[in-house]
């Protein structure tokens, strides 16, 4: 995954910094815009890894705005089609080229629109102890990533950086958001996961969940925002490697976070098994390496990269 340097965090004199996540640092652009640098950060298990991914933050924002062209026409965007760069001082160019995206600022909703076509991660481990994911009573007898009757809206609360997400039902996202607006941010993430899901199959990847995030402009209306089906919010596999894994009770090969979070849960700290709150255990060069290759395998399936 070629990048030149790596960048572990942007530091951008010429705007002011309105928040730092776990992979991005968003700039105000006067009251009505943000600049959006991803960085080459990677976080695992809602934690931080203290070494960067070569590459990555341009491969999420190339994926995104890929994503974010080919599924205009169900929803709005938070893009506003101006250059990045036309924003910054000349000496911050080499932060944000290729890596940044102009946007509209939005009033974000405060959950996750997490859509699961298959069962694996959180929600297998729910399925098992209780047949059913966030409220959503599924078949019995599924077995780890099998693909669902049909997807399902699972919807998740936003924590704040070094918390852990939680998975919650429709009705606890509604008490949250309004019936409506859940009913209708339910409809359009299921349209956005299907179309997508359907497009990567035939380029030899399966999408087995991903999660979209919502705002509101300055008219109410829904508006998609932040990243899309990128290998950090969505979970991808080759679809050879799904089909020699079914029934097996085991995970397909990945294109995501699941190598180095595989990593991470026999890693060791002081001689004990790593307890998955920061620090994060030093990531070795080999597993750096190959979290990129997953990444740009992905980029090279879907985009034709």
Not at 234 to 263: C, H, M, T, V
């Amino acid at each position: 995954m070629a990048g030149g340097d790596a960048l572990l965090e942007s530091r951008l004199h010429s705007l002011p910094c309105v928040g730092r996540g776990k992979v991005r640092e968003n700039y105000a652009v006067g009251s009505d815009r943000l600049l959006m640098v991803a960085s080459d950060r990677i976080s695992a298990f809602d934690v931080v890894m203290g070494e960067p991914i070569p590459g990555k933050g341009a491969l999420l924002t190339r994926m995104a705005l890929f994503w974010f062209a080919r599924l205009a026409h169900i929803v709005p965007n938070h893009l506003t089609g101006e250059d990045p760069l036309s924003v910054v001082a000349p000496d911050e160019v080499g932060q944000v080229r290729g890596r940044a995206m102009l946007v509209k600022r939005l009033r974000p909703l405060p959950i996750e629109a997490v859509v699961r076509g298959y069962l694996a991660g959180s929600g297998w481990k729910e399925y098992e102890a209780g047949g059913e994911v966030c409220g959503v009573a599924l078949p019995p007898g599924l077995r780890l990533a099998d693909a669902l009757p049909q997807p399902i809206f699972t919807p998740a609360t936003k924590a704040e950086a070094g918390a852990h997400d939680e998975n919650i039902s429709f009705e606890q996202a509604a008490a949250l958001i309004g019936e409506a607006r859940a009913a209708q941010v339910r409809e359009i993430a299921i349209r956005l996961y299907t179309e997508a899901a359907a497009f990567a199959l035939t380029r030899g990847i399966v999408i087995a969940d991903t999660k979209f995030e919502f705002g509101l402009d300055d008219e109410d209306r829904l508006t998609l925002m932040d990243e899309v089906l990128t290998p950090d919010s969505s979970r991808f596999w080759p679809i050879e490697g799904w089909r020699a894994a079914q029934g097996k009770g085991q995970n397909p090969p990945s294109f995501d976070k699941q190598y180095l979070r595989d990593w991470l849960e026999q890693a060791q700290v002081d001689g004990k098994p790593w307890n998955k709150t920061a620090p994060a255990p030093a990531l070795p060069e080999e597993v750096i390496a190959a979290t990129a290759e997953r990444y740009a395998s992905a980029a090279r399936l879907l985009m034709g990269e």
